[in-house]
């Protein structure tokens, strides 16, 4: 069982940057992928990033490469998503999430990021 709590959301403007954090229990972070989400209102929940056990690998939506980087502390059991030139379009709630290999078994509760123009 992992709980994650996410944290470090807020108002920001346009070409600003925020830093996500989750924070995650559990002895077994290490073995999890990591990905961060998101849902706009009205959206469809979406992928944003994902950073595999080892931090090795990365991936993320064509929408925000060059600006988010995902990353981790596996000693501190803490995923990180800095926020970079953000953009109006960024405005969502953001999710925190833990999966083994198939799908994502675990969520956070969410935290809003609102950027205004």
């Known amino acids: 069982q992992v709980q994650l709590v996410e944290s470090g959301g807020g108002l920001v403007q346009a070409g600003g940057s925020l830093r996500l954090s989750c924070a995650a229990s559990?002895?077994?972070?290490?073995?999890?992928?990591m990905g961060w989400f998101r849902q706009a209102p009205g959206k469809e929940r979406e992928f944003v990033a994902s950073?595999?056990?080892?931090?090795?690998?990365?991936y993320y939506t064509d929408s925000v490469k060059g600006r988010f980087t995902i990353s981790r502390d596996n000693a501190g059991n803490t995923v990180y998503l800095q926020m970079n030139s953000l953009k109006p379009e960024d405005t969502a709630v953001y999710y925190c999430?833990?999966?083994?290999?198939?799908?994502?078994?675990?969520w956070g509760q969410g935290t809003q990021v609102t950027v205004s123009s």
């Open positions: 999430a833990a999966g083994s290999g198939v799908g994502y078994n675990y």
């Open positions: 559990g002895r077994t972070f290490s073995r999890y992928v």
């Open positions: 950073v595999n056990w080892s931090a090795s690998r990365t």
